[in-house]
Structures are given as C-alpha cells and as structure tokens.
C-alpha cells in the first residue's frame, strides 16, 4: 500500500514476532533491518519483546545508535514474556491501546515474516489507511518469499472487488 512520503521518515514500526522462524535468513532480515535504520538515523518503534525476530530487529538497531521505543501491554510485560527490552519502554493498558501508540509514534510500517500477530498489525494498519485514518507507507520485508501467498491472497481480493487495488 502506497502513503504519503513526501515527509521525511524519522521513525519506522517494525512487525514481528517473538520467534525467530526456523529459516536463517529472517533473523539476518531482521538485523540487516536494525542497521538500516541505525545507518539511517530512523528510530525503531516495535512490540517490546527481546526474544526472536523483535530481538534482533531492536539489538541491532539500539547497538547501531537508533532510539528504541518498544511498546507492550502492562500484562504481557509483568508475565516476563517478552524478556528484557533495550531502549525505552512504554506500557499500555491493552493491545488496541499498543497498536494505536505505535500508529502514533511511526511515520511508516514495515512487516518481516512472523505469525499472526504481525499479521493482525499490519492489516489493522492497512485497514485503517483504507479507512483515511492514516496516509502512511506500509510495507512488507518479503524475505525468501514468505509472503508471496499472502500478495496472491490480497490480489485476489482486489480482483473480486473486496479490497481496493490501492490496498494492495
């Protein structure tokens, strides 16, 4: 889906999950990713976990002098499910209220492979630009092909007029 990037992008969310896959090259995505947007000067804003694909996006980003804003659900945080952060740390009540902030605290969104989570992330994204709440860019890191289903899938929808071709 295409946005407005006439402005500068200062800050970038990255969607991914707390896994790392079992396919190398998402881990090597994810923290070649990190370094871009450290290389870049564009802050990192993501889900708040340390482990998996959210480790080395946020590791590699906050060792390459990138500000880090991981943004997590008080529950998620006190169960220790997300291990320990780098950068700032910003709780919120519930994960409607996660997704908001990080709608407001980014100028772009990028999704690398992960599971369902990031993929309710990205399409409420997508959704909410379909809906004009938002003129961001949204993007997909399709690394190795994962998400070539996932474009067949939305070309279709657009073909049977369910979604339009912008939203692809």
């Not at 802050?43 to 998996?52: A, D, E, I, R």
């Not at 700032?88 to 492979?113: G, H, W």
């Amino acid at each position: 889906m295409e946005g407005n990037s006439a402005h500068q992008i200062k800050s970038i969310c990255v969607f991914c999950g707390s896994n790392p896959g079992k396919n190398a090259k998402f881990v090597e995505a994810a923290n070649n990713l990190g370094k871009v947007l450290a290389k870049r000067k564009i802050h990192l804003v993501y889900g708040g976990s340390s482990l998996g694909l959210m480790g080395c996006v946020s590791t590699a980003a906050h060792v390459g002098g990138s500000q880090v804003l991981g943004i997590i659900p008080t529950a998620l945080a006190e169960r220790n499910f997300v291990g320990k952060m780098v950068g700032e740390e910003l709780r919120v009540p519930t994960m409607q209220d996660r997704i908001s902030k990080m709608l407001d605290n980014s100028d772009a969104f990028i999704a690398l492979p992960s599971g369902i989570g990031t993929l309710e992330e990205i399409f409420q994204i997508a959704f909410w630009a379909q809906l004009n709440i938002h003129h961001k860019p949204i993007g997909l890191l399709n690394v190795d092909g994962f998400f070539n289903n996932l474009l067949s899938f939305l070309d279709q929808a657009g073909e049977e007029n369910f979604i339009p071709h912008s939203a692809r």
